[in-house]
């Protein structure tokens, strides 16, 4: 599947929880594999790490425009959401700049395969 969302308005439900709605900037999302595999290429962070948290995603690739990367605004969201991710084996992120919140967010999971990449550098590892 691939679909791209611009400026439209998506709601992040979670059971127990108030319904939260949001404005996208630009994203494409391109899914696969039942939607197990995710890759998504955004311009704007909002709502976007509400509307992931605890989905059963074993793959998720972020990315932003050009060159540089995505940008993380929402840091307590993207750490909180990416924690949630309890069946995600695969990761990798291209960002326009590490921040603290990429390595909080990695820590205590359980992923096989993690490409970091940002400023002309990467850093990859996997598991056996």
């Not at 709605?21 to 311009?43: P, Q």
């Not at 540089?68 to 993207?78: A, L, M, P, R």
């Amino acid at each position: 599947m691939y679909c791209t969302l611009d400026d439209c308005h998506l709601t992040a439900c979670g059971e127990g929880e108030v319904n939260a709605s949001y404005t996208t900037g630009h994203h494409i999302w391109l899914c696969a594999d039942g939607n197990r595999e995710l890759s998504i290429y955004l311009d704007d962070d909002t709502g976007l790490w509400e509307i992931l948290h605890g989905l059963s995603i074993k793959s998720l690739s972020l990315d932003g425009w050009g060159v540089s990367g995505c940008t993380v605004n929402h840091e307590k969201s993207f750490s909180q959401t990416i924690a949630s991710l309890s069946k995600l084996e695969k990761l990798d992120i291209t960002m326009d700049e590490f921040t603290p919140c990429v390595w909080e967010a990695l820590r205590g999971l359980n992923i096989k395969s993690l490409t970091l990449s940002s400023g002309g550098w990467e850093v990859i590892m996997q598991s056996r």
